[in-house]
């Protein structure tokens, strides 16, 4: 291909206990999947599952056993976490029966979808997109991917994060109110899902702000865990 510029890196994440590594397309994140952190955040009740979306390029990939460095953003002094699963696509589709979505998923990771909050606050108030809140830069920190068929039960995983050693976030993964399936399903009435997607899964309850030198470890039951330090 004869481009006119140097054409841009592709985004990746290591997969677990190889050197292979999955190439990323998008990142899809879904909003307020846990019922208690809907809550928190002034909503409630099963509603219809929302999407917003980060680019390619906001991974920021921690190998395993390693901790990752991620600059604090600029334009915020009220940078969040929020632990996640991640589901990594791959197969393809669109209009997925909830049934067959299973198989369109190649792997799982932990994942961070850092939030600069204040912004997010403000685009709120003023009817706004949330790009500028969560589409960042090194936004979505993330664990290497382990295959399916080599991760524990994840429907029934416990999933958490801790700050500085301090649990900040604990739930489980059969705490979503969309589960897997059905988040699969409904992403790909919106979009044809193309294998390389990422999706965030939604967060549990205890979200709260970071600061420069502190250590974040998530962890999944059954997944490589997560280490990210805020520079």
Not at 168 to 178: A, H
Request: hydrophobic share 45%; charged share 20%.
């Amino acid at each position: 291909m004869n481009y006119v510029i140097t054409a841009p890196e592709q985004a990746s994440v290591a997969v677990a206990g190889t050197e292979q590594r999955f190439p990323v397309h998008r990142i899809y994140c879904v909003g307020r999947n846990y019922a208690d952190h809907a809550r928190e955040m002034g909503s409630s009740g099963r509603e219809a599952p929302f999407f917003f979306m980060k680019p390619a390029n906001a991974v920021l990939p921690a190998a395993a056993g390693q901790t990752a460095t991620m600059p604090y953003p600029t334009l915020t002094s009220d940078l969040h976490h929020e632990i996640e699963l991640v589901a990594a696509i791959g197969k393809g589709g669109s209009d997925i029966a909830v049934a067959d979505a299973p198989g369109h998923i190649w792997g799982y990771a932990v994942g961070l979808d850092m939030t600069r909050r204040d912004l997010q606050a403000d685009a709120k108030k003023l009817g706004r997109p949330w790009c500028i809140a969560k589409g960042f830069d090194a936004s979505a920190p993330i664990a290497p991917i382990t295959p399916v068929a080599q991760a524990a039960d994840i429907a029934h995983a416990e999933i958490w994060l801790k700050v500085n050693g301090q649990t900040r976030q604990s739930g489980r993964i059969d705490q979503m109110i969309w589960n897997l399936a059905e988040i699969v399903s409904h992403l790909s009435r919106a979009w044809r899902l193309l294998p390389g997607d990422l999706i965030y899964t939604g967060t549990p309850a205890g979200v709260g702000a970071v600061q420069r030198g502190d250590v974040l470890e998530g962890g999944i039951t059954g997944l490589t865990p997560l280490h990210v330090r805020v520079a």
